[in-house]
């Protein structure tokens, strides 16, 4: 892997290139997005998104879940996806631990419905007690199941309201959270301010068809724009490291 901006000679040491920042938005944890794309923008192949990356991206895909305090994700993507829990090895655990974080950063799963499979791996597995995130006009029965699995926070009446979920995660301790996605979830952070940085992989492969993007849903009502931190190649596959602009004049 090689550093093409800023440029640089030295090595790239993942963990500490995508070290978190110690400033955060005030209230809330510092939220970061990690997605990949082909270069036509298709986010999926087939409707997974595996199909795009390679060992680069896997490399990053694992340090980023090593450093978040939380990993947020959405219900469809989940279902979609397959998740698992989530794994740490033993060099990423003990330095977890030595920073004062958990062993395994759990997952936190944004659902209206409150409608999962409770026997998958996912829950019947997880080393981190997962979190859902639900609505209160989800099925009272679905949410005693969930119950039992997870734990269930009601953040809004018929929509999650990530504000108050992230609020939430900020108070049971979590300073930084990995969102996963999928594009809906990702739109809703843009349009309410909520999030502080995007790592996107930019795959060197063309799908076309008609699959989503990064961000889903209503256009915005004003683009934002993104300053680069930092841009690494490998494979061809390249690695964005991106902030919303201060003020955008673009």
Known sequence: MRWLLPPRADEVDLAAVYALPADRAPGRPFVRANMISSLDGAIAIKGRSGGLGGPAD????????????????????????RYGPVRVDATARAQRLARGQSPVPPIAVVTRSCHLDWASPFFVEAQARPIIFTTADADSGAVARASAAADVV??????VDLGRALRELGRRGATSVLVEGGPGLNAQLVAGGLLDELCLTLSPRLVAGNGPRVLAGHELAETLGLDVIHILEEDGFLLLRLQPCPTDTR
């Not at 694992?62 to 990993?71: E, I, P, Q």
């Open 154 to 159: 009601v953040c809004g009446d018929t929509a």
């Open 58 to 81: 896997q490399r990053l895909y694992d340090t980023l879940r090593s450093l978040t305090d939380v990993v947020l994700v959405g219900a469809r993507t989940m279902r979609t996806e």
